[in-house]
T-cell receptor, first 114, second 111 residues
């Protein structure tokens, strides 16, 4: 099992550009999540999905969009990049109760918006 | 507004000592309280978790203490080792899947 994979590892964007952060998991998890991590702020939930075709907003959804067409993939879209979106982005997945089994995190994507 | 408040922000402990990290929450709908450990350049990984109907859970050198009436919980790392140096996050879940994280504590264990 590859677990949770994310691409790219690192990206520099100019203000106003758009991009898609890719996330895939091969563990047949129903639940998938996107978090951003900023220094001293912990991880903030951007969007989550409880299954293919179902997504919902987390704590900080503004400026982002997601889709979930398959169980395996959960891409995150930035439409108009802003310096405030400079962060490390983590994708995660879990079974139904992640309190028991925990979240499986990907390696992260470091994004710099200049 | 931070739903889960974590302290301290950073912590330095001597090898063999006890590391203690504290968290507090307000939302009584939280139904699970995990702790995650993160090494530099990696994603967080589940360390230990507790349900609100249990006051203490121990796994090896790691213990969670939970005080439901005070809405507080803490992580104790006994016999701290340099390999424990990492960032620790407390977290809380609603509905068994939506995880909200604290701000994190950077732990450094001096050899």
């Amino acid at each position: 099992n590859a677990g949770v994979t994310q691409t790219p590892k690192f990206r520099i964007l100019k203000i106003g550009q758009s991009m898609t952060l890719q996330c895939a998991q091969d563990m047949n998890h129903n639940y998938m999540y996107w978090y951003r991590q900023d220094p001293g702020m912990g991880l903030k939930l951007i969007y989550y999905s409880v299954g293919a075709g179902i997504t919902d907003k987390g704590e900080v959804p503004n400026g982002y969009n997601v889709s979930r067409s398959t169980t395996e993939d959960f891409p995150l879209r930035l439409e108009l990049a802003a310096p405030s979106q400079t962060s490390v982005y983590f994708c995660a997945s879990s079974y139904s109760n992640s309190g028991v089994t925990g979240l499986d995190f990907g390696p992260g994507t470091r994004l710099l918006v200049l | 507004q931070q739903q889960v408040k974590q302290s301290p922000q950073s912590l330095i402990v001597q090898k063999g000592g006890i590391s203690i990290i504290n968290c507090a929450y307000e939302n009584t709908a939280f139904d699970y309280f995990p702790w995650y450990q993160q090494f530099p350049g990696k994603g967080p990984a589940l360390l230990i978790a507790i349900r609100p109907d249990v006051s203490e859970k121990k796994e090896g050198r790691f213990t969670i203490s939970f005080n439901k009436s005070a809405k507080q919980f803490s992580l104790h790392i006994m016999d701290s080792q340099p390999g424990d140096s990492a960032t620790y996050f407390c977290a809380a879940l609603t509905g068994g899947f939506k995880t909200i994280f604290g701000a994190g504590t950077r732990l450094f264990v001096k050899a």
